[in-house]
């Protein structure tokens, strides 16, 4: 009796098969095949299936998260700059005063000696942080920069609402408009 022969399920000695014509393997084989050979690769297949359903998930939440931190960061910039240009314009605003006081200066008599250096100086750092002065005399009316405190009549010169005197110049942050200018303005004949 050898181990070969022996029945694993009921404890009992088999009788060996008859060898075939093709030889000892080709039943054993084809006994695999019949049983195993379609589970393994369906098995398989299902795995494989699952496994890609996975991937595809992880995927989709992987591309979900970079598209959140790529907005995320957008956001934190944008609201990073915002803050930058509010802080500027708190702290230029009231500067604005003193510039305005300083063309006073001007209109009465040429600024000489550390007045004048020091009123150079302060122009030169509020243009250096991004304030701009704007309005001069020709300018058209434009009532998005301008604030027409009066008209004063017609102009045949002049093609369109046009500002005439300066009174206060207007002062801009970028695009931002921290001062209209305050103008009087003549509309055409």
């Not at 093709?22 to 695999?32: I, K, L, N, R, T």
């Amino acid at each position: 009796m050898t181990e070969e022969n022996l029945n694993p399920e009921e404890g009992e000695l088999q009788e060996p098969a008859a060898p075939s014509p093709e030889g000892d393997e080709a039943p054993a084989a084809e006994a695999a095949e019949g049983a195993a050979g379609p589970e393994v690769p369906e098995a398989e297949a299902d795995e494989l299936t699952v496994t890609k359903m996975e991937l595809e998930e992880r995927t989709l939440d992987l591309q979900r998260l970079q598209a959140e931190f790529l907005n995320y960061k957008r956001r934190v910039d944008r609201d990073r700059e915002l803050i930058r240009e509010n802080a500027t314009y708190a702290a230029l605003t009231p500067i604005i005063d003193v510039l305005d006081t300083i063309d006073r200066a001007r209109e009465h008599e040429p600024l000489e000696g550390g007045f004048k250096a020091t009123a150079e100086q302060l122009e030169r750092v509020v243009a250096g942080l991004g304030l701009v002065k704007f309005g001069e005399v020709g300018d058209p009316f434009d009532p998005t920069v301008h604030e027409a405190l009066s008209h004063i009549g017609t102009d045949a010169e002049v093609e369109v609402t046009t500002c005439k005197v300066i009174a206060k110049a207007g002062y801009k942050i970028g695009d931002r408009v921290v001062r209209a200018a305050q103008v009087l303005v003549v509309d055409p004949a």
